[in-house]
T-cell receptor, first 113, second 112 residues
Framework: ETGVTQTPRHLVMGMTNKKSLKCEQH?????MYWYKQSAKKPLELMFV???????ENNSVPSRFSPECPNSSHLFLHLHTLQPEDSALYLC????????????FGEGSWLTVV | LAKTTQPISMDSYEGQEVNITCSHN???????ITWYQQFPSQGPRFIIQ?????VTNEVASLFIPADRKSSTLSLPRVSLSDTAVYYC?????????????WGAGTKLIIKP
């Protein structure tokens, strides 16, 4: 148990579907992250939120839409995805966005069919 | 921008000491070096963090030379359960823009 909880753990969706990934952290952190991890590729940072404000969008396609209603919750809304978007999506948090002691969730495995 | 380089894979045997080195040529002056462990189907997990010289905890040691352009994660007496991917992470600051730079990961396979 890392203090970062992601749901669902597994998701299969069609290219026309709309779904959301949810992340919640119980660590009192102020920064939250979405990472994408594809097979045989390094971790790719997607979005960073610091004190609920988005501070980084790493050139992510608009079919991925993040939402951070408060410092403890982070969502990733998905719509009209492509099969190449199939990957492990990892949520993480840290005390603030300047730190590199990051706590990860277990990840959400996404398969786009 | 800092770049990290680490070996793609390594093999070792149970009971051996394993050292994994990461080079990070332009690490931010005030930033720490952090190492993570990742098992299949799980998120990366924090192992150890250091700024310079040597840091030791219950699972690993981290050696950082004076120039801080590299770091070596040392796993003493590995077991089969240490088979995982190991990532180094450093921070870099360019034009007041702080970024985290992940290594590509080293896949460590421990054999009986």
């Amino acid at each position: 148990e890392t203090g970062v909880t992601q749901t669902p753990r597994h998701l299969v969706m069609g290219m026309t579907n709309k779904k959301s990934l949810k992340c919640e952290q119980h660590l009192g952190h102020n920064a939250m992250y979405w990472y994408k991890q594809s097979a045989k590729k390094p971790l790719e940072l997607m979005f960073v939120y610091n004190f609920k404000e988005q501070t980084e969008n790493n050139s992510v396609p608009s079919r991925f839409s993040p939402e951070c209603p408060n410092s403890s919750h982070l969502f990733l809304h998905l719509h009209t995805l492509q099969p190449e978007d199939s990957a492990l999506y990892l949520c993480a948090s840290s005390q603030d966005a300047q730190g590199n002691t990051i706590y990860f969730g277990e990840g959400s495995w996404l398969t786009v069919v | 921008l800092a770049k990290t380089t680490q070996p793609i894979s390594m093999d070792s045997y149970e009971g051996q000491e394993v050292n994994i080195t990461c080079s990070h040529n332009n690490i931010a002056t005030n930033d720490y070096i952090t190492w993570y462990q990742q098992f299949p189907s799980q998120g990366p997990r924090f192992i150890i963090q250091g700024y310079k010289t040597k840091v030791t905890n219950e699972v690993a040691s981290l050696f950082i030379p004076a120039d801080r352009k590299s770091s070596t994660l040392s796993l003493p007496r590995v077991s089969l359960s240490d088979t995982a991917v190991y990532y180094c992470l450093v921070g870099d600051e360019v034009d007041s823009n702080y970024q985290l730079i992940w290594g590509a990961g080293t896949k460590l396979i421990i054999k009986p």
